[in-house]
């Protein structure tokens, strides 16, 4: 099985008017394709920074982070967009859905942002496999927390790309929405092979993964 994501002697760091900030530091492991891993810790750990430099949407202050064999750090801004857009999921805690799109409209949004065809066919597969297919007409601002989740959830896996990175994916959902939405998140990662790299201070959550990293 390859590696889809290394880090190693990750570094980072932000400068005050008091001095330097260390948020992570001397932070090494690896990921394997479709393989599952829940970061764990307590909050203003760095959990959610790290989320973001794994996935370059920040740049590391030391070391080095290497997804699907590429040195983040090599890349350009485009070129890191670039991979995110062809290779990469997100799920959100706040959802993150376009207010005056349809659930059918959000997902079709990635898609047809990729030139892929037959955008409808994707979506409304993906949408009525998690439950939505009454929904899909229907506004954000029309469904419950838990159907804006699985819009999201839909929208990041559509396309089945290589890795998802979920930040807090449960976080505003209520205990049995959460373990619903738990399952889809690894019921979808064990179907299409997706690795998923989840932030969480949801143990539940963490306990379905295969492997738990802690910050301390």
Do not use: W
Not at 119 to 137: N, P
């Amino acid at each position: 099985m390859a590696t889809i994501l290394e880090v190693n002697q990750l570094r980072k760091s932000f400068f005050t008017p008091m001095g330097e900030l260390v948020v992570l530091q001397d932070i090494t492991f690896s990921v394997q394709e479709g393989e599952s891993l829940a970061i764990v810790g307590a909050s203003g750990s760095g959990k959610s920074t790290l989320l973001g430099l794994c996935a370059g949407l920040d740049r590391v202050s030391g070391g080095t982070v290497s997804l699907t064999g590429l040195n983040l750090a090599s890349l350009s801004e485009d070129e890191r967009a670039l991979l995110r857009r062809k290779q990469m999921g997100f799920v959100f805690q706040s959802f993150q859905l376009m207010p005056t799109l349809t659930a059918l409209e959000n997902v079709e949004l990635v898609v047809n942002m990729n030139h892929h065809r037959k955008e409808s066919q994707l979506s409304r597969h993906i949408l009525q496999k998690l439950g939505l297919g009454h929904r899909l007409h229907h506004y954000p601002g029309q469904l419950s927390g838990g159907e804006q989740q699985r819009v999201a959830i839909a929208r990041a896996f559509v396309l089945q790309p290589k890795i998802i990175f979920a930040d807090e994916p449960t976080g505003n959902l209520d205990a049995l929405t959460g373990c619903n939405i738990i399952n889809q998140l690894f019921d979808l990662n064990s179907e299409h092979g997706t690795t998923l790299i989840v932030v969480t201070h949801d143990e539940a959550l963490a306990a379905r993964a295969k492997k738990v990293y802690r910050l301390d």
